[in-house]
């Protein structure tokens, strides 16, 4: 009787232990949320860098470095080969132009827009007193002629309306130009789905690998430096990974990105990963073409590892491994990618598997990236 009553007991607090694991939220969708959640249009990233700076410094070899625009260098290793792993941390937005007469605002756009993505959206300006809710309006359906109905508008006729009547009012708002804007557009996850719908994938899918390769790679032998870079200031120009490798002086680089999804309705050359269908590398787009070696490596890898591996090539895309393969006397580069759907937009969405099978991906390259294996892609003497 006794030992019946001990086991219901403890089958009773492992059902209670299991049921609490259960209701534990998510590690992984807890990061993914405060990332895409963080404003951060290019110039202003500080509370994407405040995440990255938590996230990783207690991780790091050595006291966390900064660039003089604002990228973060954490660092995993002392000795070996030096592999620079880019994600950038801005997203599209835009900065206050002028407040009108009205009280309404112009907005210089930041980054690939297609004006079509402009209208009918909530925006959230980052004013000197907080945070200032904003909408683009749209033409109103019982005003407009028949022409209008179907058209497109230029990004030079919307505005920001904060509900302001007077300069007078959107400065009692806290807001004035230079002030960064960036769209509102809380993360959600897709109706009990593994799929997670949210702004800034680009590149916060990225940032959120990066995290989770450096927590792995800390416990993970390897015989290499490897420095963990987040960016800024990527959908202006790649400036900050130009001067963050300036920093790192990479061998070899790695930029994590959002890639490009093709699985609803697009041409087939025009991109061809799908959502769900793991990692992919970029063979080209019109910022790099990667080394050859490093592709060659980097699929074999995924091959012995079992993890499936979208192979693109996309017109109209730079990355940061442009600036990386450009950097000192040159280093090989490649992009490696989590497929987005809807990237530069307010609304994208990406796959958890994609996401946990990046992080493997990047865990088995980054444990056998040491000197000999960095050497041999390196070399471009001409085979006897
Ligand atoms: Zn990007």
Same mark, same amino acid.
């Given at each position: 009787m006794r030992s019946c009553l001990l086991l219901l007991a403890s089958f009773a607090s492992m059902f209670l232990i299991a049921t609490i694991e259960a209701q534990r939220p998510d590690p992984t969708i807890g990061l993914l949320q405060r990332l895409a959640d963080?404003?951060?249009?290019?110039?202003?990233?500080?509370?994407?860098?405040? +995440?990255?700076?938590?996230?990783?410094? *207690?991780?790091?070899?050595?006291?966390?470095?900064?660039?003089?625009?604002?990228?973060?260098i954490a660092q995993e290793g002392t000795s070996g080969p030096r592999i620079m792993v880019d994600a950038h941390m801005d997203e599209l937005g835009g900065i206050v132009r002028r407040v =009108?007469?009205?009280g309404? #605002?112009?907005?210089?756009?930041?980054?690939?827009?297609?004006?079509?993505? #402009?209208?009918?959206?909530?925006?959230?300006?980052?004013?000197?007193?907080?945070?200032?809710?904003?909408?683009t309006g749209i033409?109103?359906?019982h005003v407009v002629t028949p022409a209008e109905r179907t058209a497109v508008f230029p990004r030079e006729s919307i505005? #920001?309306?904060?509900?302001?009547?007077?300069?007078?009012?959107?400065?009692?708002?806290?807001?004035?130009? =230079?002030?960064p804007v960036v769209p509102d557009s809380p993360f959600t996850v897709m109706n009990g789905s593994?799929?997670?719908?949210?702004? &800034?994938?680009?590149? @916060? +899918? *990225?940032? &959120?690998?990066?995290?989770?390769?450096?927590?792995r790679m800390a416990k993970t032998p390897h015989a290499s430096q490897i420095f963990f870079v987040a960016t800024t200031q990527e959908e202006i120009g790649l400036r900050g990974?130009?001067?963050? &490798?300036?920093?790192?002086?990479?061998?070899?680089?790695?930029?994590?990105?959002? *890639?490009?999804?093709?699985?609803?309705? *697009?041409?087939?050359?025009?991109? /061809?990963?799908?959502?769900?269908?793991?990692?992919?590398?970029?063979?080209?787009?019109?910022?790099?073409?990667?080394?050859?070696?490093?592709?060659?490596?980097?699929?074999?890898?995924?091959?012995? /590892?079992? +993890?499936?591996? /979208? #192979?693109?090539?996309?017109?109209?895309?730079?990355?940061?491994?442009?600036?990386? /393969?450009?950097s000192g006397t040159g280093a090989p580069t490649l992009n490696i990618v989590t497929p987005v759907r809807y990237t530069?937009?307010?609304?994208?969405?990406?796959? @958890?598997?994609?996401?946990?099978?990046?992080?493997?991906?990047?865990?088995a390259l980054l444990t056998r990236l040491d000197q000999k294996t960095v050497d041999a892609i390196r070399d471009f003497t001409p085979a006897q």
């Open positions: 963080a404003p951060g249009p290019p110039g202003a990233e500080d509370a994407v860098r405040a +995440i990255m700076v938590a996230e990783l410094k *207690g991780l790091s070899s050595v006291p966390l470095r900064y660039d003089g625009m604002g990228s973060v =009108g007469p009205n309404q #605002l112009s907005m210089q756009m930041l980054g690939g827009w297609l004006d079509q993505a #402009l209208v009918d959206q909530r925006w959230i300006i980052l004013g000197s007193k907080g945070p200032v809710h904003a909408v033409r109103d359906i505005f #920001l309306d904060i509900g302001a009547r007077t300069p007078a009012e959107a400065a009692a708002m806290g807001v004035e130009p =230079g002030d593994d799929n997670y719908l949210g702004k &800034a994938w680009d590149d @916060r +899918i *990225g940032c &959120a690998v990066l995290i989770e390769a450096m927590r990974a130009r001067t963050a &490798a300036n920093v790192v002086k990479p061998d070899l680089g790695l930029a994590l990105e959002g *890639g490009i999804a093709n699985d609803q309705g *697009g041409h087939a050359e025009e991109t /061809q990963a799908h959502l769900g269908g793991g990692p992919g590398i970029f063979l080209y787009d019109s910022s790099a073409i990667p080394n050859r070696k490093l592709v060659r490596f980097v699929r074999d890898t995924a091959k012995t /590892q079992n +993890i499936p591996l /979208q #192979l693109d090539l996309v017109q109209g895309y730079g990355d940061d491994s442009a600036e990386m /393969q450009e530069h937009a307010h609304n994208g969405i990406v796959n @958890r598997g994609d996401f946990d099978k990046t992080v493997d991906l990047m865990v």
